[in-house]
């Protein structure tokens, strides 16, 4: 097992002007698991090639461990790659595929065969070993892509997108499965995703990316708590936070009919940068709803949950209409078209530069 190091990687397309990775700094320790997330073309999949091999790196470097292999060929990283279409030999059986790579370095007959029994009784696959790809479910074959990477014992396993092509109920037990076996193994993993949802429910900590370039990376608490600016605090969440360009007041900002107490750094930083606005983020979870005061929103539509529902209305204002989306129990929903008065929570609002975008509130 080892540690992974992008030290300012840089990917530049031949004919491209602006870089699809550009100078990336990112620390994986040994055993973690760390999700690359961010949306199409942001730089992801390309990151996780370069550090395959499978992508030239035009600056900077990539170790693994205390090793630079900036430029190493694939098979020279001690790698193993689980992608997003399987990419099984269909001719072979299931334990042919995972065993390939070993036949291939050359390991005698007995002790593939007792690695690839190991790795199938940990997957439960046992009873599919001598099947062809064919034969078997999307959520099986997955299984299988895996044993491949678990029978070769490398020091770093990658995952490109590897439950896209699953339904959303075998994405979710598969994603626990995945979380679970790579605790077990200890391996160091990098796994690529677009879905949010993945990337805080499996990594031990996530990396966001947006056109080429690293936003953040924490854990996911501390980033759904602390957005370190307003595309991360747009972006994880689901439903997504709510972000109000609000006008700045005396000791707060003006949410509609109210005045938010905002910290003094905040308003301070606003000032600094010359902004009259600040853009406030607020979580669906983190409105109160009264009878008067705060914003006044039209519902337009009521998502009911069970245990909980969620309020997707608007508001009209000078500037235009918002899209706001509240959380509401789920035996005290809102008819639709009536009308809700909601007010942030003071503790619980985050709050944005409109004109950088950078994080003001601590």
């Given at each position: ?12 397309y031949?004919?491209?002007?602006k ?5 990336l700094?990112?620390?994986i ?9 961010g949306?199409?073309?942001c ?20 170790r693994?461990g ?5 430029h190493l060929?694939?098979?020279d ?5 689980v992608?997003?279409n399987y ?7 299931v334990a042919d595929?995972m065993?390939?790579a ?5 390991e005698d007959?007995?002790?593939i ?7 199938a009784?940990?997957?439960?696959l046992?009873q599919?070993?001598?099947?062809k790809?064919?034969?078997l479910s999307?959520?099986?074959?997955q299984r ?5 990477a678990i ?8 995952m ?12 979710v037990s ?6 679970a ?12 995703t677009?879905d949010?949802?993945?990337a ?11 056109d080429g370039?690293?936003?953040q990376?924490?854990t ?5 708590d ?5 595309f ?5 969440g ?5 972000l109000?360009?609000?006008p ?10 109210s005045v ?7 308003l301070?930083a606003?000032?600094?940068a010359?902004?009259r ?9 983190h ?12 519902v ?9 529902g969620y ?7 000078s500037?235009?209409?918002q899209?706001i989306?509240?959380r509401v129990g789920g035996?005290?929903?809102?008819e ?22 950078a994080r003001?509130s601590?």
């Open positions: 097992m080892a540690s992974v190091t992008f030290d300012k990687a840089t990917r530049l031949p004919g491209g002007d870089p699809a990775v550009d100078q700094e990112l620390e320790a040994d055993g973690e698991f760390l999700v690359l997330v949306p199409s073309g730089g992801k999949s390309t990151s996780l090639r370069m550090l395959a091999g499978l992508e030239d790196v035009n600056g900077g470097a990539i693994i205390d090793r630079d292999v900036t060929p694939p098979k990283r001690d790698i193993a790659m992608f997003q990419a099984l030999y269909p001719h072979m059986s595929n065993g390939f070993l036949k291939i370095a050359g007959k007995a002790t065969r007792k690695k690839v029994e190991d790795a009784k940990m997957l439960d046992t599919y070993l001598d099947r790809p064919k034969a999307g959520g099986q074959r299988v892509a895996m044993g491949r029978v070769r014992k490398p020091q770093v396993f990658l490109d997108e590897p439950l896209s092509n699953l339904d959303a109920k075998l994405r598969t994603r626990t499965q995945i979380a076996l790579q605790r077990d193994l200890g391996i160091t993993t990098v796994y690529v677009h949010q949802v993945e805080m429910t499996m990594g031990d900590r996530v990396a966001v990316l947006k370039l690293l936003q990376v924490d996911p608490r501390n980033m759904y602390r957005p370190a600016n307003l991360v605090a747009g972006f994880i689901s439903p997504a936070m709510n109000v360009e609000v700045i007041a005396d000791g707060g900002v003006k949410f509609g009919e938010v107490p905002v910290s003094r750094e905040a301070t606003a000032a600094d010359g902004d606005t600040v853009t406030v983020g607020v979580r669906p979870e409105f109160d709803i009264g009878d008067t005061g705060g914003l006044t929103i039209t337009n539509v009521v998502e009911e949950l069970g245990a909980d309020v997707y209305g608007s508001t009209s204002h500037e235009g209409s899209d989306v509240v035996r005290n929903v809102p639709k078209g009536s009308t809700l008065h909601v007010v942030p929570r003071a503790d619980e609002i985050h709050v944005f530069s409109t004109s950088s975008g003001l601590g």
